[in-house]
């Protein structure tokens, strides 16, 4: 078994890509994180409470990473269901903000347009879209994204781009790492093609 990636791990791969990294960041309260969990009938994931509580939100100088204000994440709760399906594209829309919110918070229960939003519809790669919660981006369509359902066997963290999974982790923290190497990878490339 791989030993845990810690808060600390974190916050130095940040500090690698530039040594402000973290500066505009604003730590949410404990109130904002209950907050958050009761609106959305959900239970964040440990790791993202703890970098929610001692970081916070906000974005990074380069915009390498963005993470949502508490009030967006559950105003914006519902963007995995039409970032993947295309539901609230215009011209084609499946259904209106709200009415995206309420299937998401009832898990597909509160469903306005079953004909649209079928099982297969709301799948990717065998999770539901209503158990990823979009935390944050990448300001190149790449979305950082909790699994937050009842599955404790399902990966934590997936970062999706243009409605395409392009990599899983088991925790948020692993997750934020590999979004960070990749980073460094490609200034590297960069560097090397000047």
Known sequence: ?????????VRAKGREIENDFWNPFTPATEDEVASIESALQ???PAQFKEFYRCIGWGGSPSG???IKAPKDLIDDCSVP???VSGSYFAGDRWADIEEHRSLWISRGSDN???ERFTDESMDLNGVKLWDLLMVGDDESAGTHNLYVGADPGVYQYCMIHCSNVLYYA?????GLLRTFNDFLVSIEECALDD
Do not use: G, W
């Open 1 to 9: 078994m791989k030993d845990a990636i810690t808060l600390d791990q």
């Open 170 to 174: 088991d925790s948020f923290y692993e």
């Open 81 to 83: 269901i039409y970032h």
């Open 64 to 66: 390498d990473l963005r």
């Open 42 to 44: 959900i239970q964040l």
């Open 112 to 114: 306005s347009n079953p």
